[in-house]
């Protein structure tokens, strides 16, 4: 008996595998695997969602062009220069696709986001995973893997699930070393909660070169993940790829209204980045107390490192028994760490304090 068969390549693509969301039995679920914001979805946008339902027999504005001018107006953008996809990774891979495919090789970090990898190989491209230097991205090492078949190199900056950041200045250094038909992808999903001074989310390497592209994403700070909206803002030709061959009516009624509003909540970016400054160190601090290594992070996460995997793997058993769920990173080549969202103020205190418990427990055997 025969049967259709895919490409070869694809059926050694491993599915992505999203964070948990439940605890069969527990009382009360704190879920921090997905990194999504700490306070919900922005009152304003649940509105418009409410409101938008009634309509949404309609087909949406298939270029999404209300939503693109408000993006253009809150970060000063030109909208012709901006593609609105179904979440970042919608836009990841339409630009695998439209700039990968056989005989392209696609450059990404080694603890890079997942979807580079299954995007990448989707279209057909070889995928070159660079070893990283402290968990953080060695653009040094990314430049020396760059080759005649390169076409295409992702950087999520900050990264996931590391944390880590990689400055303004090298970017643009490494940008200039770059072959000019090699496209860059900053994927700046967690951008509004940096607040390092020599960082910038590429909006001005995007303006400075014709060869850059900028993902973004509502899905964290504006606490829209469930309604799937990103965007990117590239060079025109890049902008005039993309919208010929991204779906029709991508973005839907719905969720257009609801990042619309989100952009429009006073207060609301500022308030999610400053509660994120204050109880990011809160956990960092807390868990190393313990005795936990927690690697640097400029994301609404922390990476806590267990030194070994069955340690890991106690940790987060040791976690949900208590209803807190937390992110497993073998996928990502880090079977030895955690990686815990910050959320409320009252979920990081029982994060350090189950984990504190569990080191303690296991120094008494």
Known sequence: MTTALPRPEILGIQAYVGGESTLPGANRTIKLSSNEGAFGVPPGAQAAMQAAIAASYRYPDGGSDALRAAIG????????????????????YLLSLA?????????????????????GTFAGSRVIK????????????????????????????????TGSMVTEAE????????????????????????????????VRLVDATDNTVMTRTFSKVFGLG??????????????????????AFNVSLPAQAAAIA??????????CRDHNAIWR??????????????????????LADFGTTERANAADGFMKGRGIIARKVGGYGLPHCLRITVGTGEEVELVIDALTAFQRDSARG
């Open 73 to 92: 107006r809150r970060w000063d953008l030109d909208p012709d220069r901006i593609v609105c996809g179904t979440g970042s990774d919608d836009l990841l």
């Open 99 to 119: 700039y990968g495919g056989p005989g392209r090789d696609i450059i990404m970090s080694a603890h890079g986001f997942a979807i580079f990898h299954i995007a």
């Open 130 to 161: 660079v070893p990283e230097r402290n968990l953080t991205t060695d653009l040094d090492a990314m430049l020396a893997a760059v080759s005649p078949s390169t076409r295409l190199i992702f950087l999520a900056n900050p990264n996931n699930p």
């Open 171 to 202: 970017i643009a250094r490494f940008r200039a070393a770059l072959p000019p038909e090699v496209l860059l992808v900053l994927d700046s999903a967690y951008a509004e909660y940096v607040t390092r001074a020599d960082y910038d989310a590429g």
């Open 226 to 247: 469930g309604m799937r909206v990103g965007w990117c803002y590239g060079p025109p030709s890049v902008i005039d790829v993309l919208n010929r061959v991204r779906c």
């Open 262 to 271: 989100a952009l429009a909540e006073p207060g609301w970016v500022e308030m």
């Open 281 to 302: 160190p809160r956990l960092t601090e807390g868990l190393q107390a313990a005795g936990i290594k927690v690697w640097p992070s400029e994301g609404n996460f922390v």
